[in-house]
Every structure is written in C-alpha cells, then in structure tokens.
C-alpha cells in the first residue's frame, strides 16, 4: 500500500505542468510574464499562474485574464515555495512570527525536529513555558505547540517531527541507565501519541545524549510505530566523523528493520581523516535504494556546521544534567579523565576535537556572549594572555564553567568536494539546519551561522548560476517537490491547479545569499515575491507582516 501510495504521489507530481483555467478568468493574483520552474525537475516554460484563495488555480497562456493583484514576473524565475525539510525555528517563531530570515529566502514552509522537538514534555521532562499573546502556555504533548503557534500566527507553514530526545527524557529523566521493557513501552505510547498528535514521524539525534543512549534495536522499535502511522525517520546519524560509513549503514538497517523512509539528516564527512571518501557514502545509499530501502538524505550549502562547544566534551561526563557535568568539570580527578577521552576519544562517540584536528582555529563561537564571532584560537589566547603553557583543554573546561555549560559554536569539519558530491545526488535534497532570526530586534542575537540567512539563495547563486554544479530546474526541485514528497505533504512543493498558492519569485540573475561567519546578520539579495496559501507576504523584497502560515500536521498530509 506505500509503495501504491508513493507511486500515485509520483503520478502527481508528473503531471504538474497540467494547464487548467479559472471559469470566470478573474483571480486573487495574477503572476503573469515569468520563466514558470514547477518543482518537478521539467524544463522551465514561459507562463502566467492564476491564483483565488488560497490555491492556485490556472497555469498557462491564461489570456484575457484578469486579478485583484497583478504580480509583473518579466525576467523573474516563478516557482513553488521552498521548503526547508530541516528547520529549528520551533521557539522562535513564538518570539517573532514574521519568520523574516526564512520568509526572506523564499522559504513558505519549515519542517522542524531534530532529536528534541516542540514536545512532548511529560512525566520526568518538566513542561515548556512559552509566552503567546502576552498570556503563558504550557506546552505538554506535541498538539499543544502546534496550537500555540496557531493562535499566535505565523509567516510560514510549519510541520514537525517528534525527536527521540523529549520521548527518551519524559521516560528516563536525566539517567543514563538502560530502560526497561516497560519504560520502552512507555517511550512508544509517545511516539504513538505524537503522531496521533500530527507528528511526520521521528527525528534523532544520535551523536550525544540523550539520543546516543538509544540502541538500534531501541530506534527500530520506535520507528515501528511510525510505520503504523505511515510516517518517516529523521536522522543525525551516530556519528559523521571517524565512523560514518557505520553510522550510515545503522540508519539503513532502521529503515528496513521498521519498514520506514529515511532521511539522513545533512549528510556530510565531518573528519579530516575521512576527507574525500563521500563516494563511499553515496555508494551504500545507493545500494540500499537499489535494495529497495527508502533512503535519501538532505545536505546544507556550507562546511562549516553548528554545534555547542560542550560536545567536546565526553558523553559520560553529561549524566544527571547541566548541574552534574559542571560539577565534573570543576572536580581535578574528573577533569583528567575527561581531558584524556577528549585527546583519546571513546568509542561510538563522534569527537568534535579530534575531527578538527585538535586545531582551535577552526571553531568559531556563535553564542550570544563577549567572544561571539571569534575563533576559539583568540578566545583562548585573549583569556590566557597569550600563555603557550596554559593547558588549553582545562581553559575549555574553565570557559564552559563560566558559561554554564553551553556555547554555541561553528565548526570547519567537512569539505566542499564531498559536499557537492552529496548534493548532486538525485535523492539528496536541501535544508538549512538554521532558525528564523532577523537583523533587527529580539532576534537579532548571537553570532548564528549564515545558513540562517542563506542557505537557499546560496543553492541557486552559487551552485545553479556560478559553479553549474546544479541545473535550475534540478535546484528548484530539492528545495520543493522533493522535500514535500519525502515528509509526505500534500497539494504542496509544486506549482500545479488545485495545489496551496505557496510561491516564491526570484531574479535568476541576481539571487544570492549574502551572511557571512562574521556578520551574520544580512539577509539575501534577489527575492522579489513570496506567497503563502494565497496571502503575499514578501512583496517587492518587503516583509507585508501577513501571517497566513499553518500548521500542517502529519496525520491530516501524509499519503503513505
């Protein structure tokens, strides 16, 4: 029956360059005189798209027509609108709804959860305060998120995955102990509450606690829940680095062993020891596609990732909570111990140290505190005086103690070759792995990534116009069609009649993304127009603040 479901999904797709008229020949919108990219991979065709409500109705000639709002798309690109399949905006868009970094890259939809999710919070997790129209929410299951975000309005369209993490802590707390039969029991409850909820499926985060806790044999049972529900399983693998053709194959054989699609979640070979070998990696997806295993992946346009400082530090050491490994970190005894496992590794762990090559420089601190924007290499220089016989591994664990455990930071661990082999592959689709932040305001903090600002302008700048590493048509289906078809979205991801008015106008010739890792803080050049379910929300490179976003839940999209 998925394999039927899957297909007839296809079949629409397809068919997406159908032309279809409205009887009166009046619309909402009219997008008249562009270069229409459908989504489906299909060479582009000079089109006009007619829109009522919130659906598109009539693509083509469209002659004679005419529109409450005319949208002039001469010279312009008309596509769907993207679709960030890997998105962390879940907290922030209750802070600012507008969603102007993503808004602003053309992106109508965000796909949010990985390893932690907006819920559930239950049991031993203590529930999430957030504040919506100036009244306090508790958010407890999943549903209660996707009901705050509905009452306080947002810009784009949001789904979400449930992360193993909230489902292990609302289980097992802060304890590193194995769970029993009954507390994984429990652990499936949830995941079947989440996806009754509207869950898409299950993301993990595998390379730290709480998810590294989890066995295979744990996550194939979980996912097996999500097989009932039709859903898929989302995953940062074990670990990029040194073990990352056995991390891959573990993310196959849950996808077989459940019966589940899954989704590697930005694939990439984040050791230098392993630099160059990404062939290997698209080699075993490959053969297990071939085999018949739903795998795909997607990958973010950058090599540098973002991580937290602290995952330098041993697995071991996180037991019991921030107030326990800062409690390590301050104990001598406990300090060597953990210098040694950093210098040494531990096993099935993936060291963020030793994947950089133990070289400070190439970890930059994108916290929101005094060293943001600064290369660790300063950092530590700046704290010690520039003392070469200050240990640099107890002024790491002296600086976390300081920052109660948590500092955001970018790492330089992958290459540009092995990241474009990754992205050239049919079944590898893009997402930013980054949140909705602004230039100005409340959101205007930190050091973030330029992913957060980037990422899809990046893709058709330079991967489409200046490398021609990508076809247009090609670039526009991983940011679209490929996305809402491997989360299982329907009516979205393809300009087609009777598909949701979720559209994106860009200048071909201009699009590019414009943050860099120093200044972060700058939105992209060469989106005109965005347009979601039917309400214009960038208009002419200005934000209107419309916020027709929905939520769209799994159990009311998914066709498998």
């Not at 997790?125 to 999943?142: N, S």
């Not at 609302?170 to 039969?181: H, I, K, L």
């Not at 490929?482 to 201009?510: H, Q, S």
């Amino acid at each position: 029956m998925r394999k039927f479901a899957v297909l007839t999904l296809l079949c629409a797709l397809a068919g997406s360059s159908q032309i279809s008229v409205a009887e009166d020949g009046t619309y909402d919108i009219l997008i008249h005189g562009g270069q229409v990219v459908d989504g489906t991979g299909n060479p582009w065709f000079q089109g006009n798209v007619g829109i009522k409500g919130d659906r598109i109705v009539a693509i083509g000639a469209l002659s004679n027509a005419t529109a409450t709002h005319s949208i002039d798309a001469a010279g312009l690109v008309v596509a769907p609108g993207f679709i960030d399949v890997h998105s962390h905006s879940d907290f922030l868009l209750l802070e600012d709804g507008n969603a102007q970094s993503k808004i602003r890259q053309g992106v109508t939809t965000e796909v949010l959860g990985e390893g932690q999710s907006a819920g559930p919070f239950l049991d031993r997790l203590p529930a999430h305060k957030v504040t919506v129209k100036g009244e306090t929410v508790e958010l407890r299951r999943l549903s209660d998120y996707f009901a705050a975000i509905e009452r306080a309005e947002v810009s784009t369209n949001i789904a979400s995955y449930v992360g193993i993490g909230n489902v292990w802590q609302s289980v097992m707390g802060q304890s590193f102990d194995r769970p029993t039969d009954a507390q994984l029991e429990q652990m499936c409850h949830l995941v079947d509450q989440a996806m009754t909820d509207g869950a898409l499926g299950l993301s993990s985060q595998l390379m730290m606690p709480p998810g590294s806790l989890a066995t295979t044999d744990d996550v194939v049972r979980l996912c097996k829940v999500v097989e009932r529900h039709h859903g898929i399983y989302s995953t940062h693998i074990r670990n990029e680095g040194t073990e990352v053709f056995k991390s891959v194959r573990e993310a196959i054989e849950i996808g077989r062993r459940a019966g589940v699609p899954v989704d590697i979640i930005h694939l990439k070979i984040a050791d230098q020891e392993f630099w160059g070998r990404m062939n290997e990696v698209v080699e075993l997806i490959q053969k297990a596609r071939n085999d018949g295993i739903d795998v795909q992946a997607n990958v973010y346009p950058y090599t540098r990732g973002n991580n937290n400082l602290v995952s330098i530090i041993p697995p071991w050491a996180h037991e019991g909570g921030t107030a326990e490994l800062l409690r390590r970190l301050k104990s001598p005894e406990q300090r060597q111990r953990i210098r040694q496992d950093i210098i040494n590794g531990v096993p099935d762990w993936y060291n963020h140290y030793t994947a950089v090559g133990a070289d400070w420089s190439r970890m930059l601190v994108s916290a929101n505190n005094s060293f943001k924007g600064l290369t660790m290499d300063r950092v530590m220089a700046m704290r010690t005086n520039d003392n070469p016989k200050t240990d640099r591994l107890d002024e790491l664990m002296d600086f976390l103690i300081e920052q109660n455990g948590s500092v955001s930071t970018v790492f330089a661990h992958h290459t540009e070759k092995d990241m474009n082999l990754a992205l050239s592959q049919p079944w590898c689709s893009v997402g930013s792995d980054g949140s909705a932040y602004a230039t100005t305001g409340l959101l205007r903090r930190g050091n973030p990534h330029p992913r957060n600002f980037g990422t899809f302008p990046r893709v058709l700048g330079v991967y489409v116009r200046e490398t021609g590493l990508l076809e247009l048509e090609d670039a526009v289906r991983k940011i679209t069609s490929l996305n809402a078809a491997k989360v299982g979205l329907r009516e979205r991801g393809l300009l087609k009649a009777g598909y949701f008015a979720d559209v994106t106008i860009f200048d071909p010739a201009k699009v590019a993304d414009r943050s860099t890792y120093t200044d972060p803080f700058q939105y992209p050049v060469g989106i005109r127009h965005v347009i979601v379910n039917g309400e214009i929300v960038l208009t002419d490179g200005e934000h209107s603040n419309a916020r027709p976003g929905r939520v769209l839940r799994g159990s009311a999209v998914s066709v498998r």
